[in-house]
């Protein structure tokens, strides 16, 4: 199983529409996929129209109280996607593993088999804290969503430096799979340079494919619906199914584990 963490510390800048619609790209095209909602606020679980009441078990539990993984996994209705869901007890994680010598490693070890699947990405909270730190911990790669507007390189390089740290301390595997543009604007002239800029500093780490900004890509979490199936036609589901498409010809040969 390959991990993938998708994180920015900027909050609304797509990773969870990337999460989920990567995610339903992936299970499309056949592979296992699990998505781990490690965000307190829980949109993944929630674009992926799960209730309330099918968060019984979350990845609070893993975190926490180390609750077998296998135990918090619920099917999603769409073939080949299962996720982790997340509740607000997440929040309080942080300070309740504040003591525990292990807390970065949590979910690292939480994720050391690969319970049948073939990947896992894990979707994070906008902030570079405790729980963003056990995704990177645990992950084998990073992709990034980034948002086209003006603060966009500043923000990365915070991120960048913390993957170093992470590298350094907890996980020297720790690689970055590439940097995805999103909410591109064509008509606006400020998203294009940014792009521009972006991919001439940053060059092949940066996906060919861009995530156009999209009406329906939003509209699509209200239904509880991936926008892959909302409306599979759309700009927006054509990006990701492309970007899905890149993603799997970067990732490395060891998609099976067992
Ligand atoms: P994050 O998880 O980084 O906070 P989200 O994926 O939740 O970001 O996106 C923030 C908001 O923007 C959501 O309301 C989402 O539906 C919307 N959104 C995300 N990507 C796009 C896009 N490409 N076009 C239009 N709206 C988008
Ligand atoms: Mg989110």
Known sequence: MIRVAIANQKGGVG??????????ALAATGWKTLLLDLDPQGNASTGLGLPSSARERSSYDILVDQAPVESCIVPSQI??????????????????????????HRLSKALRSDFGYDICLVDCPPSLGL??????????????????????LEGLSQLLQTVERVQQRFNP????????LTMFDRRNRLTDQVSEDVRSCLGKLVFETTIPRNVRLSEAPSHGLPALIYDHACAGSRAYMALARELIARLPEKRKAA
């Open 15 to 24: 990773k969870t529409t990337t999460a989920i619609n990567v995610a339903t």
């Open 79 to 104: 073939p080949n996607l299962d996720i982790i869901p997340a509740t607000v007890d997440l929040s309080g994680a942080e300070v309740e593993l504040v003591g525990a010598d292990d807390r970065a």
């Open 131 to 152: 729980l963003t730190l056990n995704a990177l911990t645990a992950a084998d790669t990073l992709l990034v969503p980034l948002q086209c507007e003006f603060f966009a």
């Open 173 to 180: 595997e720790l690689g970055i799979i590439g940097i995805a």
